[in-house]
Structure formats: structure tokens, C-alpha cells
């Protein structure tokens, strides 16, 4: 990743490798807005190299064992901690459950970024073209928040503020994510479109639940279009209405297209973004409400 900057070494800055949470917390706590927590380091140290972030102490988290399992229970769902890979993850059977962040995670750069890089690290970069905030928001994840001072549970959808903002305060990290079990009747899938660069153009991830022929609730949101993700409320309320959903899913793409926010950068136009929404967002029905 780079961003054009002339620099190729990092700045200067302590590196701290703690053993247990408690100690990874004592370490945020006194460092404070000097400190940075790494995970799988792909985005941080690219930051750093650019001169974009520079903190002076480094809190690597990847010695502290209870942050590297995903564990999923049946009827609860699926917790994933901090460290886990993304290779991990995509090799973790159950996660074959969670449609849209299976198709998410497999599909994230290359394998040798994938065997690094976390999922957690993945949603705190909040750049916004990443993968997965899109699948976990329409999956209803949360982030799991830890300081010496308590423990807290954002919606994945309220913890991304902005281009690389999320919600945490200095002495804050995220320990886990919590993907609930997915509903009865329901499927999920994310697609995203790319054209030479491994990052989305625009990326969509559907959940609907099904009941009969109709659809009882669908949540539909888009990543890469703005600074933050974006959920398309009228288009699945169109949806949810139609009595024949099938015969809809063109208009209900219209209406996303229209609905969410989009902006033009070097990657892509408003109008060609605008375009894809509604493609995508065509296709992704028809995957999982076929
Ligand atoms: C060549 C290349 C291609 C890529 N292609 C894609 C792609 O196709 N799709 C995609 O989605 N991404 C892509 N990426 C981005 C990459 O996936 C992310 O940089 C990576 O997932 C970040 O995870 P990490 O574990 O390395 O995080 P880190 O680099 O360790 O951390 C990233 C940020 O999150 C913060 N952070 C990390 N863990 C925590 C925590 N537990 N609590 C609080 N803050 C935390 C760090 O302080 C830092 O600010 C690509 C990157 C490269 C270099």
C-alpha cells in the first residue's frame, strides 16, 4: 500500500509485545494517545512508513492468547477475537455459516496479506474501501470494547465514524467481534467489484430472511461508495412491501442506487458508482433469494 510518500523506513518509535490483556491495557492506559495497538500490522506499519500515523509506542497484541480464538456457539454465534487472521477465520468451518463475511474474508488482497492481516484490524483501519464492515453490518456484529475501566458493545454500523475514525477512546481496544447467529430462513452473500486494484469499487453485502414467497427482512449495505458504509433503507423497505419480491429487485436496485451516498475519487465516478450499486445490488438479490 503506498501513498506516494518518498519515505521507506519507519519512525522512530518503542515496540511493546505484552503477554496478557491486563498488561496490554496497563500499557494503552499509560501511553495514551501515543499509542497505537497493532494486530496483524499490514495497515498500521503502512501508515507509519507514510508518515500518515506516528505513534511512539507500538502495542503489538499478538502475545496475548485470549485474543486469538474465534469461537462459534450454536444459537449465540460467532465471537471472533482481535488476532485472529483472516486466514484463520476463512478456514474456520463454522464460518461458512455467516454467508456474507465468508465471501468477505476469502475474497480480502492475496494469501500471504490474508495469513497477517486480522479481521478486527481490518474493521479499526476504517479505510473505506475494506471488506468487511459491509458483511458485518448486515449481519448485526458487534464490536466487544475493553479499557481498565470496563467493558463496552458497539454496533459495527455506530463504531465506524468516518475515513479512518472509529469509536474508541484513548485507553480503549477492541478484544472481539460477535457476529449473532444467523436467523431462521435467512442467507447472506457479499460481492464486490474491482477492476486492478485489490480494493472495491463498490462492495455490497445482503442478509434477507425469508418467509413463503415473500421477503420478511432484508438488510442491504454498501461499501467503498463514501467515507463510511452505507445502509439503503427504502430499497429494502420496497423490498419487504413487494407481494412478488422477484418482480421488484430491479426497481429496488434503482432505488439503492439512488438512496445511499456515493462520491467520485481517483478509483471511480459518482455516476459509474452509482451504476454499480444497482447492478450489484440486483445480482446480490438474486443470489440470496435464489
Ligand atoms: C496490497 C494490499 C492489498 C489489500 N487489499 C485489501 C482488500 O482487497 N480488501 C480489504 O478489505 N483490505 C485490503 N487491504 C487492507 C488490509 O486488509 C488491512 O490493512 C488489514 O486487514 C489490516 O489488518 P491488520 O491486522 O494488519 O491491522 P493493523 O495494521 O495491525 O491495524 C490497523 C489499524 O487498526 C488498529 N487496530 C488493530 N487492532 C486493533 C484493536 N484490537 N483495537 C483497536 N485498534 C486496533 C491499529 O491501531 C491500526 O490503526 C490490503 C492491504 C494491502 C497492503
Known amino acids: 500500500m503506498s501513498f506516494g510518500s518518498p519515505w521507506f523506513t519507519l519512525p522512530e518509535f518503542t515496540y511493546h509485545k505484552p503477554k496478557t490483556l491486563k498488561e496490554a491495557l496497563e500499557l494503552l492506559d499509560k501511553y495514551g494517545e501515543e499509542a497505537k ?14 508518515r500518515l500515523m506516528a505513534p511512539s509506542h507500538v502495542i503489538d497484541l499478538k502475545g496475548v492468547p485470549e485474543l486469538g480464538q474465534a469461537i462459534y456457539k450454536e444459537g449465540e454465534g460467532l465471537t471472533i477475537g482481535a488476532t485472529v487472521t ?22 480480502i488482497a ?22 468487511t464492515p459491509p458483511a458485518l453490518i448486515a449481519l448485526g456484529a458487534e464490536v466487544e470494547i475493553r479499557s481498565l475501566k470496563g467493558e463496552r458493545r458497539v ?7 468516518g475515513p479512518v475514525e472509529i469509536d474508541l477512546e484513548p485507553g480503549e481496544l477492541v478484544t472481539a467481534v460477535h457476529v449473532p447467529e444467523p436467523r431462521r430462513n435467512s442467507r447472506s452473500r457479499f460481492i464486490k467489484y474491482n477492476t486492478g486494484s485489490e480494493f472495491a ?14 421477503v420478511r427482512d432484508v438488510s442491504l449495505v454498501y461499501g467503498a461508495v463514501s467515507s463510511t458504509p452505507q445502509v439503503a433503507v427504502k430499497a429494502a423497505d420496497a423490498l419487504k412491501s413487494a407481494e ?3 418482480e421488484v429487485l430491479d426497481e429496488v436496485g434503482r432505488i439503492a442506487s439512488e438512496e445511499v451516498e456515493a462520491v467520485s475519487d481517483v478509483l471511480a465516478s459518482e455516476e459509474y458508482r452509482r451504476h454499480l450499486i444497482r ?9 440470496v433469494m435464489g
Open 110 to 131: 492475496d494469501p500471504i496479506i490474508r495469513n497477517r492481516a486480522t479481521l478486527v484490524g481490518n474493521l479499526c483501519e476504517a479505510i473505506p474501501w475494506v471488506d
Open 201 to 214: 469499487l463498490v462492495s455490497v453485502a445482503a442478509n434477507v430472511v425469508m418467509d413463503g414467497g415473500r
Open 37 to 50: 495497538v497493532m494486530a496483524g500490522g499490514v495497515g498500521l506499519l503502512a501508515f507509519m512508513k507514510e
Open 244 to 246: 412478488k419480491p422477484w
Open 155 to 161: 454496533p459495527v454500523k455506530d463504531f465506524i465514524k
Open 279 to 287: 447492478v450489484l445490488t440486483l445480482r446480490v438479490l438474486r443470489e
Open 86 to 107: 483472516l486466514n484463520e477465520l476463512a478456514r474456520y468451518g463454522p464460518l461458512k455459516k455467516f454467508g456474507a463475511l465468508h465471501d468477505a474474508v476469502r475474497d
